[in-house]
Nanobody
Framework: HVQLVESGGGLVQPGGSLRLSCAAS????????MSWVRQAPGKDFEWIST?????????RYADSVKGRFTISRDNAKHTVDLHLSSLKTEDTAMYYC????????RGQGTQVTVS
């Protein structure tokens, strides 16, 4: 079965950086598009970024994080990372990696608090 395990969250000051990581198993990772989504308290899931299986064309970012966040993957290690920089208080949320843009199949999440 699909298993996604996120890590790397924490408390950071505005302007700071974090690197989130997601370890994937239970499916053919190397041919799967992968996404990161987030959910702030009391809000719906927000798509952040999607990366193609080859890390090539098709990789996309939400306007809210473009230029600040970078998605990457290592198909040999079955991991997908999200580097967060220039963090803002509004980036505070639970962050999830997912096999879809809606976050329907996701891990347990990792909390990012910018304060």
């Amino acid at each position: 079965h699909v298993q996604l395990v996120e890590s790397g969250g924490g408390l950071v000051q505005p302007g700071g950086s974090l690197r989130l990581s997601c370890a994937a198993s239970g499916f053919t990772f190397g041919i799967s598009w992968m996404s990161w989504v987030r959910q702030a308290p009391g809000k719906d899931f927000e798509w952040i970024s999607t990366i193609s299986p080859t890390s090539g064309p098709g990789t996309r970012y939400a306007d809210s994080v473009k230029g600040r966040f970078t998605i990457s993957r290592d198909n040999a290690k079955h991991t997908v990372d999200l580097h967060l920089s220039s963090l803002k208080t509004e980036d505070t949320a639970m962050y999830y990696c997912s096999t879809d843009r809606s976050g329907n199949v996701r891990g347990q999440g990792t909390q990012v608090t910018v304060s």
